[in-house]
């Protein structure tokens, strides 16, 4: 959800308070930090990026950007954390519990500086759209609604209005609003068919929605594209085929979930609801 790291947006210069010294220098040298701040966020390297970005806001206070930055590393944490509790190694019992600490830490981390970079510049959409994400994460639906629909009314500043209108519509769908959700992912697809995250979601909506051929052709489209990398996409295509009563498909979508990552919870779940479909992927 965090891939568009690099954000070459407008720097608001706030002037310094009346009476500091050398207002404009300080500003040109936060700047200065903020750029290595973005690009060390580029390459991952978040502590060296969070550094920078702790300096660029120490000289100029009213660097929203640099708020933003900072966010998206705490932000990043919390996914590469979430990956490790989900994913690389399925954590259960008290070792998820201790790991869940951590990622509601990075979780109220992030929202604080994307707070605060809205707070410096009320029309900030992309710092509106990354709060929408952080709340998503936290599973706090209806504030992500507000925040999200903030984003998207707020547009120049805005690093890709398709990627927050499919987080809006996420949040919606975890609403069960399957109507407003199926309608906004509808709209970005309009404009960006091989969008993955908007072509996956609208198949969940068809799936919570019983529309068993219409999610089965979303979810192999993302599921036979590469660059999505979706295992979760193969996970409900295996559910959507069995639903169909298409065994053969359905087994083949299994084990192309078990191929991904064997370890992961996904693959967990495509043992177990896969179970019944007979011999295919160890």
């Known amino acids: 959800m965090v891939g568009n790291v690099c954000r070459s947006l407008a720097i608001l210069i706030a002037v310094a308070s009346a009476g500091c010294p050398g207002p404009e220098k300080s500003v040109k040298k936060s700047q200065t930090r903020l750029d290595l701040a973005k690009d060390f966020l580029s390459k991952r390297q978040l502590e060296a990026a969070e550094n920078e970005a702790n300096k660029s806001i120490a000289l100029n206070p009213s660097n929203d950007e640099a708020y933003n930055v900072r966010g998206l590393v705490s932000m990043l944490r919390a996914i590469e954390t979430q990956r490790t509790l989900e994913i690389d190694a399925c954590l259960t019992g008290v ?50 609604v507000t925040y999200l629909t903030k984003a998207l009314e707020n547009p120049i500043r805005l690093m890709s209005p398709g990627l927050s209108r499919s987080h809006l519509a996420w949040a919606l769908f975890h609403q069960q609003k399957y ?26 909506v068809y799936f919570a929605r019983e529309e068993w051929d219409k999610a089965a052709e979303l979810f192999e489209t993302v599921s036979n594209d590469p660059s999505c990398g979706s295992q979760e996409a193969s996970l409900y295509l295996m559910k959507t085929r069995m639903q169909q009563g298409l065994v053969d498909d359905a087994r083949r979508a299994r084990d192309a979930c078990l191929k991904i990552s064997p370890q992961s919870c996904a693959a967990s779940k495509c043992r177990a609801d896969g179970g019944a479909l007979g011999q295919g992927h160890p």
């Open 95 to 144: 070792d998820a519990e201790a790991t869940r600490k951590d990622l509601d830490r990075f979780l109220q981390n992030a929202d604080i500086d994307f707070k605060k970079a809205t707070v410096v510049a009320p029309d900030y959409g992309e710092a509106w759209s990354n709060r929408g994400v952080v709340a998503n994460l936290m599973e706090e639906y209806p504030t992500a």
């Open 179 to 204: 109507v407003d959700a199926a309608k906004e992912l509808r709209t970005v697809r309009q404009f960006d068919p091989n969008m993955c995250v908007a072509t996956y979601r609208l198949g969940r």
